[in-house]
């Protein structure tokens, strides 16, 4: 598995290098440099701005003996053309069916992050949450629930779908992990889309 996304984010970072030479098609801005998707100058005269607000998130099913259902929206504004900060929600259902001892497993809990564009596909993203959750195994007296504060920093690397949209490729560290985490590793993978209104 480590091989796997090794590769990815070495294909990922070659499509990068490509697509960072120089285009003469693109609009230049008075510095000489080619403009980025998300202009400096909205037209808003930094008033609140439709045309600021993204969305994004994930969503992922999985049904049989082992049931897991997580989502994970997010809603962000361009502050600047290179800074954008955000709330978002998390929550992850997981159901283990495939013994007597059914072990069911809930996580939700509200973040905000921020993330600086660095150049026109990579982004500097770090994120707070405040993790809740709960788990029970059916059949026993074990139930379990607490919560859990994590802090992921790392990169974020986007493709443009079409207009407003982009394909995201997120990879974290949780500076806060430990040993009594509730995650195994403090290595975090996230793929997604956002959209822009």
Known sequence: ???????????????????????????????????????????????????????????????GNVTNVSLSPLVGYHFTNRFSAGASFAYNYFRDGRSSLVYKYNLWGPGAFARYRVFRQFSLHA???????????????????GSQTRLPIGAIVQQRLAGRSYFV????????????????????????VNIGF
């Open 169 to 192: 490729l997120e990879v974290l560290y949780d500076v806060l992990h430990n040993q009594n985490s509730i995650y195994s590793t403090p290595l975090i993978f996230r793929g997604g």
């Open 1 to 63: 598995m480590k091989k796997f996304f090794l590769v990815a984010i070495l294909l990922i970072m070659t499509q990068l290098a490509v697509q960072a030479q120089y285009n003469p098609n693109l609009p230049r801005n008075n510095s000489g440099t080619a403009n980025d998707d998300v202009p400096d100058d909205f037209g808003d005269n930094g008033k609140f701005s439709w045309q600021r607000v993204f969305t994004g998130g994930g969503l992922g099913v999985q049904f």
């Open 127 to 145: 994120e707070i949450q405040q993790l809740f959750y709960k788990e029970s195994i059916a059949n026993s007296n074990y139930s379990f629930s």
